[in-house]
């Protein structure tokens, strides 16, 4: 099946720094999703990209489809406490009737003070 | 509006058992999916219900795990004489239509098996 290469595994930075995390792919995949899963909840979407080579902001996010259909980038600006959290990448395929989703292995994000 | 709920949030059981966790989707969505995360993990793929259809059990580990879906709402994971490696927290997601990809997600049931 699909797979996803998702990093980094973790990444420890001070609060006001930019982050940047990406995942890729053999594969290519018809849509990109970012989420953030805080401790004992579900993920949460943050952004969705639907066109190769699409750049698209959310507040401080910033996810891009890369040209190639294979890969994804998210950028967080100005990082705050509250990003603290594991962002999992997303990629979309259709499979007869159905819109699946794989995803990537996560990103723990640390924000130090 | 209301998310997509689970219930246990947590469940212990003994080896052998049988569980069953329950998701009720987001009020009009029609695509329920369940997801397996161990610790540490992304998400595993393990059924996907749309409308009326028949669903897509691809995902499913073992002949053990099993899924209904009644009314085209609420659903049920059922987990026959569970494993310690099934020990995991199991997460429900819904979508609105067939044609979308964004999936939303509940809380999870943790399950744990001694």
């Known amino acids: 099946g699909q797979q996803l290469n998702q990093s980094p595994q973790s990444m420890f930075i001070q609060e006001g720094e930019d982050v940047s995390m990406n995942c890729t792919s053999s594969s290519i995949f018809n849509t990109w999703l970012w989420y953030k899963q805080d401790p004992g909840e579900g993920p949460v979407l943050l952004i969705a990209l639907y066109k190769a080579g699409e750049l698209t902001s959310n507040g401080r996010l910033t996810a891009q489809f890369g040209i190639t259909r294979k890969d994804s980038f998210l950028n967080i600006s100005a990082s705050i406490p509250s990003d603290v959290g594991i962002y999992f990448c997303a990629g979309g395929i259709t499979s007869g009737s159905a819109r699946q989703l794989t995803f990537g292995s996560g990103t723990q994000l640390t924000v130090l003070p | 509006g209301a998310g997509v709920s689970q219930s246990p949030s947590n469940k212990v059981t003994e080896k052998g058992k049988d569980v069953e966790l329950r998701c009720d989707p987001i009020s009009g969505h029609t695509a329920l999916y369940w997801y397996r995360q161990s610790l540490g993990q992304g998400l595993e793929f393990l059924i996907y219900?749309?409308?009326?259809?028949?669903?897509?059990k691809s995902g499913l580990p073992s002949d053990r795990f099993s899924a209904e879906r009644t009314g085209g709402s609420v659903s049920t994971l059922t987990i026959q004489r569970t494993q310690q490696e099934d020990s995991a927290v199991y997460l429900c997601?819904?979508?609105?239509?067939?044609?979308?990809?964004?999936?939303?997600f509940g809380p999870g049931t943790r399950l744990t098996v001694t």
């Open positions: 997601a819904s979508s609105l239509a067939q044609g979308l990809y964004e999936q939303y």
């Open positions: 219900f749309q409308g009326n259809s028949a669903p897509d």
